[in-house]
């Protein structure tokens, strides 16, 4: 019996060594990671204020510190040259620079005694920022300053600029102040104007002071590049209100604003409406659709 026992235990112990393992279950495929979102940044700006607006949609696009008022310095000259057009003075009417032009701006080569159009400064107060000449087209308006002042600030009320007060014609004063959504409206309702188009965006023009021939540039270099296609536009400075640039553009065939406020730096508004620029045809998905993404982040 013993014998019989140590047999079957020894083909048990056998049979068991000789048996396979089971195969070891093939572990489960890892769900696959969702593709990430590629991130979706903003322009770099850096105006201390600005606004930018699809103008097709009224879609904001980019935004700081968009109601506030503040200083707009020589931006003012978009609604001075709009009061004027629209009360339909003569255009060919020649005008004279006085002292009290000087008393505004003292440095000028618009000389006192000089003799010009009301056209031709117009031209130079919107494309060259020409201070003199803003001063004296607003001479002329019908009750003179005073009857402008009071025609720019009814004008802001019916645009709807709720933050805007105007003290001069120029822009040379500090009480001349507008939020960015302020200038938002006065840049399209500029932009309606056939004269304001054409003057605020003129590369250069030559015109006679006295005996000589004077040359006045654009002071918004953008005009100049054939890449931009600039509807209006304005730039402007004093120390409280920084470097200013307000213009409506098309960018990727769309109408678009952009208001940047208090620059730093003399080329610093120029380079932050290039980054918007770039910005905005680096997605146009973003810009033009998807800016509830931007924002979020």
């Known amino acids: 019996m013993a014998l019989i026992a140590l047999f079957v235990a020894a083909t048990s112990a056998h049979a068991t060594a000789s048996s396979p393992e089971p195969k070891p279950k093939p572990k489960a495929a890892a769900p696959a990671k969702p593709a990430k979102t590629p991130a979706i940044s903003k322009a770099d700006v850096r ?4 606004l930018i607006v699809d103008e097709q949609n009224a879609d904001v696009l980019l935004a700081k510190q968009a109601d506030a008022a503040m200083p707009i310095a020589s931006i003012t000259k978009l609604m001075t040259a709009l009061v004027v057009l629209e009360a339909d ?5 020649t005008l004279k620079i006085t002292a009290e032009d000087r008393k505004v701006e003292p440095g000028s080569r618009l000389v ?6 009301r056209s031709d400064l117009l031209r130079l107060a919107l494309m060259s920022s020409e201070n003199r000449a803003a001063n004296a ?3 002329n308006y019908p009750g003179g300053i005073p009857g402008l002042l009071r025609a720019m600030n009814t004008k ?3 645009l709807g600029m709720k933050a805007t ?3 001069d014609a120029t822009g040379l004063s500090n009480g001349n102040v507008a939020s960015p959504r302020d200038l938002v409206k006065l840049v399209s309702a500029t932009s309606d104007n056939d004269v304001i188009r054409e003057y605020s965006t003129d ?3 030559i015109v006679t002071v006295g005996k000589h021939l004077v040359q006045y540039r654009n002071t918004n270099l953008l005009v100049r590049k054939p890449d931009w296609n600039v509807v209006v536009q304005k730039t402007g400075f004093t120390n409280a209100a920084g470097q200013c640039l307000v213009m409506k553009t098309i960018i990727e065939d769309r109408p678009v604003v952009m208001v940047l406020m208090n620059s730093f730096g003399k080329y610093t508004r120029v380079a932050d409406a290039r980054r918007v620029r770039k910005w905005l045809e680096a997605d146009q998905r973003l810009a033009y659709g998807s800016v509830q993404a931007a924002r979020a982040k």
Do not use: I
């Open 165 to 167: 007060r105007f003290t």
């Open 89 to 93: 003075q003569p255009m060919d009417e």
């Open 112 to 117: 006192v005694g000089a003799s010009l159009s």
């Open 137 to 139: 087209v607003g001479r």
């Open 47 to 50: 105006s201390t204020a600005f």
């Open 156 to 158: 802001a009320k019916s």
């Open 203 to 205: 590369t250069e023009e």
